[in-house]
């Protein structure tokens, strides 16, 4: 009976784990289609975002504009396709390791299934976060190079062709602005 109970907390440990990130997984999606319709927090976000840094990962990206238009939903598809496969996988352990204490009795089963549960009540969590952030990130030097070599082609494409990412583009538009020197 020791070592069932020994195996429980064992598995219970793993399910949560697995739980976690599940969840974590699952929840990036919603957290990013947020995230780029807050003006607010895509403001708080280029606060973090050094010009300097980000001129020059721009700068990285060439002068094709029309590899622009292309590379952004690749980006995007990858983003959420690698999120995707990763809570995929995911699901799979925490299948097994409900299968293995289904075994092990109803008891266990339903205790691992309510530890398989409990952290789609908490928000999403940092990592997933800074994840988002950074798939962001490798936007705004998309439109921070293309808006510096073709502006309108690049307002047009991030306001009417992908308008997802409007606010973004708008926000990042604004902060590449050179601030008004003021006279003395």
Not at 1 to 30: D, Q, R, Y
Not at 39 to 58: C, F, G, I, N, S
Not at 105 to 116: Q, S
Not at 122 to 133: D, R, S, T
Request: hydrophobic share 50%; proline share 5%.
């Amino acid at each position: 009976m020791a070592i069932l109970i020994g195996l429980e907390v064992l598995l219970g440990i793993a399910i949560f784990f697995v739980a976690v990130n599940v969840w974590s997984t699952a929840k990036a999606p919603a957290h990013l289609r947020h995230l780029l319709a807050d003006r607010k927090e895509l403001e708080q976000l280029m606060t973090y975002v050094k010009p300097k840094d980000a001129a020059e990962d721009a700068a990285r990206l060439g002068t094709d504009t029309a590899s622009f238009g292309r590379t952004l939903p690749i980006w995007q598809k990858a983003h959420m396709m690698s999120l995707s496969r990763a809570r995929n996988m995911l699901l799979a352990a925490a299948a097994a390791i409900l299968l293995a204490t289904y075994f092990m009795g109803a008891y266990y089963f339903f205790i691992n299934l309510a530890l398989l549960l409990l952290p789609s009540l908490f928000p999403v969590p940092g990592p997933a976060k800074a994840n988002n952030a950074k798939h962001v990130y490798s936007i705004v030097v998309c439109i921070m190079q293309w808006n510096k070599i073709d502006a309108k082609q690049c307002c047009t494409y991030f306001t009417q062709e992908v308008p997802i990412f409007k606010t973004l583009y708008e926000v990042v538009v604004a902060y590449s602005q050179p601030l008004p020197t003021q006279a003395t």
